[in-house]
């Protein structure tokens, strides 16, 4: 068991990221999924969201990528 396992574990937990196709966002997201979260990847470019589910995935991971705009108000629904 390392530290990562023991103190910061994110195992069975569910993280949902923002932006987290790319720059930071991204590296969010992978450092979340290396301790253990499902992760949810949101952006406005579905594109960027599907190769960060990729790379996730050659890893041995899974990832669910999802189109979404935080700053709709108006739909009520900001994600797709």
């Known amino acids: ?5 023991h103190l ?3 195992k069975g937990k569910t993280a949902i990221i923002t932006g987290g196709g790319r720059g930071l966002g991204k590296q969010i997201t992978m450092a979340f999924r290396e301790a253990g ?3 949810v990847i949101c952006s406005r ?18 990832a669910l990528a999802l189109t979404c705009d935080v700053t709709n108000r108006r ?3 900001a994600c797709s």
Not at 1 to 5: Q, S
Not at 45 to 62: D, L, P, W, Y
């Open 37 to 39: 979260a499902n992760v």
């Open 8 to 10: 910061f574990s994110l």
């Open 1 to 5: 068991m390392t530290i990562l396992d």
């Open 45 to 62: 470019k579905m594109e960027a969201c599907e190769q960060t589910v990729k790379e996730i995935a050659e890893k041995g991971g899974s």
């Open 75 to 77: 739909t009520g629904r």
